[in-house]
């Protein structure tokens, strides 16, 4: 079982951004097995399947909200 967790290190932030294109790629992320995951399946998991907020965030489709230090440069990292 994998349960993801989202402090705002530059480390976690920076694996947000390459789970992100592994995402879109429908591909597994760098750590877990490689293979085709669901790249070829019809229906797989698109920015459009994350409609809650922290989970936009976490997959690096959104910003994060609040005024701290972590949250402000986790944003900017990401580009937002």
Partial sequence: MYIPSVP???MNVDYIKVQKEA???GVPPP???G???ES????KGQESSLTEG???SAFG???FEG???AVRRANAILGM
């Fill in 61 to 63: 489709f959104a910003k």
């Fill in 40 to 43: 070829k399946h019809v229906g």
């Fill in 67 to 69: 005024n701290g230090g």
């Fill in 8 to 10: 705002l290190c530059d």
């Fill in 35 to 37: 293979g085709l995951g």
């Fill in 31 to 33: 750590d877990f097995p």
């Fill in 54 to 56: 922290l989970a936009r």
């Fill in 23 to 25: 995402f879109l790629e």
